[in-house]
């Protein structure tokens, strides 16, 4: 079974910075796409970031030029580079993985379990 792992979440002041990573386990032959979201208190989940097997990127407005999402898809793994940190950044951040395709078989899209983002001013 796939599973997603996030880490490197914490706390930051406002305009510093923080680097997330979500590692898929298993036996994986691809992903498709693997991205970001977030979920702030009392708010909808949203998309921050998203990254496609061969690099296309996608950003929500509110985090362009200032977040940097990447993949190593050799390990696996997409990070999310979070510089100039907002408060209003404060969420639980989801990593998810879709079209993945692995030993088990096909799935559409996994969840990790969260990691929180504490940003202070």
């Known amino acids: 079974q796939v599973q997603l792992v996030e880490s490197g979440g914490g706390l930051a002041q406002a305009g510093g910075s923080l680097r997330l990573s979500c590692a898929a386990s298993?036996?994986?032959?691809?992903?498709?796409?693997m991205g970001w979201y977030r979920q702030a208190l009392e708010k909808q989940r949203e998309l921050v970031a998203a990254i496609t097997a061969f690099g296309i990127t996608n950003y929500a407005n509110s985090v362009k030029g200032r977040f940097t999402v990447s993949r190593d898809n050799a390990k696996n793994t997409v990070y999310l580079q979070m510089n100039s940190l907002k408060p209003e950044d404060t969420a639980v951040y989801y990593c998810n993985a879709a079209g993945i395709s692995g030993r088990a078989g096909y799935r559409e899209a996994v969840w990790g379990q969260g990691t929180q983002v504490t940003v202070s001013s």
């Open positions: 298993g036996s994986i032959f691809s992903i498709n796409n």
